[in-house]
């Protein structure tokens, strides 16, 4: 059974345009997915559907075969969600947060939670505003872990974050994941970050789906085509052209490749994730860039 | 216990890290047969990558013989293998040592010394000239 699948999932907001349309995604349980997109691009309109809190205004969306909206009460507690604001409580200490949390979700591990509290190297007695940043998003992922859900979706969690910290914070998600087997979504618009711990993608922008699938298997589906100065359209009849350059005498082409079948006069590169993440997102589209022979 | 490193934009897939680490601490006799790899809880929480990594660079090392992986327990060393004499280790590296200044010294930068090395563990050891 997949954790999270979506078919043909819209939703609008009021009569406005749609924040996300579309989207037919299927996460497998026990994999570790960056949501990736510009802002705006309907991440956040994604999760906040998975978790239950908006209703979908077109297509389905099933977690763990269930319906997080219709079926909310059974859902919310198999569900751990940390929004991009992570709303902690600030004049709140830590012990009182754990116990707040206690009292939200029955299947709250408290041990678990003050075992990690303890790692965050805060006292029970600490306000929670008193907090540094790296801090108070490990308190918002433990209280997330407590609850020992079954998905766990993290809205753009280590965006604020130094790099030591947030080193911290992938660590302890894929350590509860390797614990637990649990199925976690991350959002970001930054690729480089979630790279390491992620074994699939769901690429955002405009409302839409541009891509989804097993990082292993996008890689393996991709190349750069280097060659003479020639038009895209000979190789878009074989192979789905993602991204077009050209300088006068030269064209480069970032192709999702059906088959390994080359013209001869192509010269194939492997490409890098972030590369192919950057090709979806529109950047690089630049026809007739100048060389220095324009110069000349 | 070995620790690994992991480097994201080395261009060598992290599984592919692990696995050459744990054969090069087997080969210098940092690892020794049955001693225990860290488990894959214990790799992700101190690096930050994906449990699947660490299981299939574990898988690969087990295909190869040179770990047994075994379940609920964890993965061993297998035994039988063997590192590298270290005395052999040294004397081979102070004639490379020697081959190096060598080449410094008929004016082979790093790069021309490596695509050295590697067209000479070719199989068929030809040199092949740019």
């Known amino acids: ?17 749609w924040a996300l349309r579309d989207c ?23 999760l906040e559907m ?3 809190l908006l209703e979908p205004s077109a297509g389905t969306i099933e977690v763990l075969g269930h319906s997080p909206w219709e079926e909310a009460e059974e859902m919310l507690p198999r569900i751990g969600f940390v929004a991009q604001d992570h709303p902690l409580h600030a004049r709140f200490s830590l012990g009182e947060m754990i116990e707040y949390g206690q009292r939200l979700n029955p299947s709250f591990d408290v041990r678990l939670a003050e ?33 020992r859900p079954e998905l766990l979706l993290l809205d753009e969690p280590v965006a604020a974050l130094d790099p030591r910290a947030r080193r911290e914070f992938l660590a302890t998600t894929v350590e509860a994941v390797a614990e637990t087997g649990m199925t976690v979504v991350l959002s970001s618009h930054i690729v480089a970050d979630l790279e390491r711990i992620c074994d699939h993608i769901v690429i955002l922008s405009g409302s839409r789906q541009m891509l989804a699938g097993p990082i292993e298997e996008i890689l393996a589906r991709h190349r750069l085509l280097t060659g003479p100065r020639s038009d895209a359209r000979t190789v878009s009849r074989v192979h789905q052209v993602i991204r077009e ?25 492997e490409v890098d994730l972030e590369e192919i993440v950057l090709a979806y997102l529109g950047y690089g589209e630049l026809e007739d860039r100048c060389d220095e022979e324009a110069y000349a | ?29 940092i690892l020794a047969p049955g001693d225990k790899l860290p488990t894959v809880k214990q790799v992700v929480a101190a690096v930050a990558i994906n449990p699947n990594t660490v299981l299939k660079a574990y898988r690969e090392l087990d295909r190869e013989g040179l770990v047994d992986g075994r379940r609920g327990v964890g993965t061993f060393v297998a035994e039988g293998v063997v590192a590298l004499a270290s005395d052999d280790v040294d004397s081979l590296r102070r004639s490379l040592g020697r081959w190096v200044a060598e080449a410094r010294a008929a004016g082979l ?20 000239v740019a």
């Not at chain 1, 037919?24 to 994604?46: F, M, Q, R």
């Open chain 2, 1 to 29: 216990m070995i620790e690994f490193h992991i480097q994201s934009h080395s261009g060598v897939p992290s599984y592919l890290q692990i696995a050459q680490q744990v054969r090069q601490a087997i080969r210098l006799g």
């Open chain 1, 245 to 269: 350059s050209h300088t006068p005498r030269q064209t480069t082409l970032l192709v999702r490749a059906d088959g390994h079948v080359y013209d001869s006069c192509w010269t194939p590169r």
């Open chain 1, 1 to 17: 059974m997949s954790a999270l699948r979506t078919e043909g999932l819209g939703k609008r907001y009021g009569g406005s345009a």
């Open chain 1, 115 to 147: 075992r990690r509290l303890g790692r965050i190297g805060a006292a029970p007695e600490h306000k929670v505003g008193k907090l540094s940043g790296g801090q108070q998003s490990q308190l918002a992922l433990t209280l997330a872990l407590a609850k």
């Open chain 1, 24 to 46: 037919s995604i299927e996460i497998p349980e026990g994999s570790v997915t960056a949501l990736l997109g510009p802002n705006g691009a309907g991440k956040s309109t994604l």
């Open chain 2, 109 to 128: 930068d790093d790069e021309n010394m490596s695509a050295l090395l590697a067209d000479t563990l070719q199989p068929q050891g030809k040199l092949r």
């Open chain 1, 50 to 52: 998975a978790v239950g």
